[in-house]
Every structure is written in structure tokens, then in C-alpha cells.
């Protein structure tokens, strides 16, 4: 629990004066009076370790004082006995190491004395309406009294989560090891992906066998929309109907990652639904693989991830050169931007709680940021030839390739925390020839 309040700490030293305000998610209905499962709101998770909705964290600071608080739904005993057990509010208190809990029908109450104490409000300012609304609402009746009562009232509200993001964009162990857990269950569930599609097997049950798998060793589940996606279905780049027939002879694509307390993994694998890739389709995986292999042998301390964008589109387009899809220079392709025909998507990304994470590509002052250590990047070139596609060449119609990886950032270079995936023609062929069983249950 230390590194919750030492994460609050840090932010609140962002900051000279003032409070801030940073909500929980909250349920959301589903149907009727079912609800979606509930996920934490990120910033929240990631300074509270707290996973109940309809709660709020608020931090001050005031001439050098320093305070943690948190609004908790409390649960009465009938609402017990249909949902959950409530947590009392000292373990709470005592657990999240904070100044003081309080009930959240008390908010109305207690706000409005905590705001007036400080000159300024920091949250997620292009968040949660409801909140803002009500936190001006409480604003507006302080100004009106201040010349009587001789209090403070909050005069600027400033946005919050970019100083959030950047502190999130650099992992500590504990966040790099729930990561890499995430990552080890995403190996099981494609290992057994590979072994168990093939001619006749439907993406949807391919779908329910990654699931399965992700939620295995108390895995949270799907850390994003699972794509699977055979033949064509591969160049629909969101492709979420996984509801077809998997064909012999072409290729298919799973984009799918476990999350694991909070933390996701993300990774792609493209390979043979018989699990013998044909000579064109050596091809097409060649060239990916060799821009995905050269962007990541890049990535280290100074880079940016322009830098390794840049390097894998330059290789992708040496080797479409080499098989004739393009003509002239690579140059010559950038110069035409002819290579978003069959590659349109940004190669990199962060990862961590949000499967895109939050750290921005640019900072401030519009410059790219800088890569560090600890830093966890996801780097996913891809290759696309839809059968509709007018500038598709005719032998690779309806083919496509997306290869992702998740790297850490070390101070020397990096690690490709995804390394045992099978990602050579030769592992994936080996992988899809496996029996399925023993994968499924060890
Ligand atoms: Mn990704």
C-alpha cells in the first residue's frame, strides 16, 4: 500500500497549492437492470489501489499541509445481502493509508468545507460533467457568502491527468511484474489459439479459448475487445464480429491481450489457419516481421517512438520494394505516401493500465517525448491487402499481417517482454502443430 501514498504524494508535490478531486468509475447499466462488470477508473486505480465504484479521492494541500481523503459508498446490511459485503470504514482508512473517510452522503456536507480552504480545484477537467457541475455548484455559493463569512473560495480549475500520465508512463517493479503476468497468460491463450484453430474451427470459439485462458490464475480477463479475425476479416482493423468460419489456406489474426490487476498486455499474432504458411504468405509475413524486428532492435533511452515508427515503415517498405509492390525508392514511397494504401496505423503505443495508456506522443512544447527507462511500449506493424482494396496486388488479395509486441524500456536498450510467443515461421508452424490438451489444462 506504501507505493499508493507515495504516488499521491509525488502528485500532490506537482502542485503549490490547492485540491484535487479524482473520481472512481462507476457501474454502468448494461440492460434493464443488469450491469456491465465493473473496471476501475485508471488514475483512481493507480493512486488508491481501490476497486469500488461510486467513490471519490480527494487530495489538498494548503500552506504545506498535506491531506488524503476518500468518499466511500457505504453499504448498508440489506444491500449486503443482495450485493456484496461492504468494507468498513477504518480498514479502509487504516489500509489506504488516508487522513479520513467519509461516507458519500455526506459529500454535499463536506466539499464545500474542504473548498474553501484553497484557491484552486485541479481534476479531470474534460471528465465527468456531473462532478464539475456540482463542484462549481458548491463554488458559486461560497463566492456569493465570502465578504460575510471571510473564507477562501477556489477561483481556477486546472486539468490534472496529464501530471498523472506522465507519472504512469514510467513503470515501477510492481507494475512491470503484474504486466509481465498479464503477458504470461496472453501466452498461454495464443499458444492454445494456434493449436486449436484450423479449417472449420469458428473464430468465435477461438475467441472463447483466449478468454477462457485470460482469466485463468486470477486474470481479470480481455484487456481490450479480443480481434479474431481469418481471411479477409483480417483488414477490417477493428474487426469485433469474430463470428466466422475459419477457411484452409488462409491466414488469420488474433489481437488480444489478458489484463491483469488492472495492468494489460497486448499482443498480435498472425499465422496459417492449417498451420503451414504458403510461399506468398511467407512473403507478406516476411516483410512484416522484418520491419517489426528492425523498429524494436531500435528502441532505447533517447528515442521517441516517431523514431521507431519511422524505422519500421522504412524496412516494411524495403522489403514491398523487393517484391515488386512498389517501385522507385523507399524515398519515393514515403515521399508519395503511397504505404498508408497497406499500412495505415501508427506502429507504437504505451501500455499499462490502459491498454493505450494515457502518456502523451508530444509534450508541452510539441516535441516527441523522449523514451526512458521504464517505460513499457507496444510496437505492432502491420500489413494489409483487403480483397476490395483498389490497390491491392492481385496475388496477395485478401491477405494481411499485424505482429505485436510488448517491450520494456530498459536503461541499456530494452526487453521484448512478449519473447516467448512464437513470432518466426518456423515457432508458429511448430505452435499451430501442437496438441491442443495439454495447453488448455497443465
Ligand atoms: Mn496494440
Known amino acids: 500500500m506504501e507505493r499508493f501514498v507515495e504516488r499521491r504524494k509525488r502528485l500532490l508535490s506537482t502542485i503549490e497549492e ?19 462488470p465493473f473496471r476501475q477508473n485508471s488514475n483512481f486505480l493507480y493512486l488508491t489501489g481501490f476497486t469500488e465504484p461510486n467513490s471519490l479521492l480527494v487530495l489538498s494541500k494548503a500552506k504545506g499541509l498535506e491531506a488524503m ?4 459508498h457505504k453499504r448498508d446490511s440489506i444491500e449486503e445481502m443482495w450485493t456484496a459485503k461492504g468494507i468498513d470504514q477504518d480498514t479502509i482508512k487504516e489500509n489506504l493509508r488516508l487522513t479520513e473517510v467519509y461516507d458519500t452522503e455526506t459529500m454535499d456536507e463536506v466539499v464545500p468545507e474542504l473548498l474553501k480552504k484553497h484557491c484552486n480545484v485541479y481534476l479531470d477537467l474534460y471528465g465527468d460533467d456531473a462532478l464539475m457541475n456540482k463542484l462549481r455548484g458548491h463554488c458559486r455559493k461560497l463566492k456569493r457568502v465570502r465578504k460575510t463569512k471571510g473564507h477562501k473560495y477556489p477561483q481556477a480549475f486546472i486539468d490534472i491527468v496529464d501530471e498523472i500520465a506522465k507519472m504512469r508512463a514510467i513503470k515501477d517493479g510492481t507494475e512491470v511484474s503484474r504486466i509481465k503476468k498479464a503477458i504470461s497468460l496472453s501466452k498461454r491463450a495464443h499458444l492454445a489459439a494456434m493449436a486449436y484453430a484450423g479449417p472449420g474451427r469458428n473464430e468465435h470459439d477461438v475467441a472463447a479459448l483466449l478468454e477462457f485462458l485470460f482469466k485463468a490464475e486470477g486474470g481479470s480477463g480481455p484487456a481490450y475487445a479480443s480481434v479474431v479475425a481469418g481471411g479477409d476479416n483480417i483488414n477490417t482493423l477493428h474487426y469485433s464480429e ?19 490487476d488492472g495492468y494489460a498486455s497486448d499482443v498480435t499474432r498472425t499465422f496459417p489457419v492449417n498451420g503451414k504458411f504458403s510461399d506468398l504468405q511467407r512473403d507478406i509475413y516476411s516483410v512484416a516481421l522484418k520491419s517489426q524486428e528492425s523498429a524494436i532492435a531500435m528502441i532505447r533511452p533517447g528515442v521517441t517512438l516517431h523514431d521507431v515508427h519511422n524505422k519500421a515503415m522504412s524496412v516494411m517498405i524495403e522489403g514491398l520494394i523487393e517484391l515488386d509492390i512498389f517501385g522507385g525508392t523507399v524515398e519515393d514511397v514515403i515521399e508519395s505516401k503511397q504505404i498508408l494504401h497497406f499500412s495505415p496505423h501508427r506502429t507504437c503505443h504505451w501500455l499499462g493500465l490502459d491498454v493505450h495508456d494515457v502518456n502523451p506522443h508530444l509534450d508541452h512544447f510539441d516535441n516527441p517525448v523522449l523514451l526512458e527507462p521504464g517505460m513499457v511500449i507496444a510496437v ?14 492481385t496475388k496477395y488479395r485478401g491477405m494481411g499481417v499485424r505482429i505485436e509486441d510488448n517491450i520494456l524500456v530498459t536503461k541499456d536498450g530494452h526487453k521484448i517482454l512478449t519473447k516467448g510467443i512464437p513470432k518466426t515461421i518456423d515457432d508458429i508452424e511448430r505452435a499451430c502443430a501442437e496438441e491442443i490438451q495439454e495447453l488448455v489444462i497443465p
Do not use: C, H, W
Open 69 to 72: 481523503m476518500i468518499f466511500v
Open 18 to 36: 490547492g485540491i484535487i478531486f479524482i473520481p472512481s468509475e462507476e457501474l454502468k447499466i448494461r440492460s434493464n437492470d443488469t450491469q456491465y
Open 380 to 393: 505492432e506493424p502491420g500489413l494489409y491487402f483487403p480483397k476490395s482494396g483498389k490497390y491491392s496486388p
Open 242 to 260: 469474430n463470428d466466422k468460419l475459419l477457411i484452409d489456406g488462409q491466414l488469420m489474426l488474433i489481437d488480444a491481450g489478458a489484463e491483469f
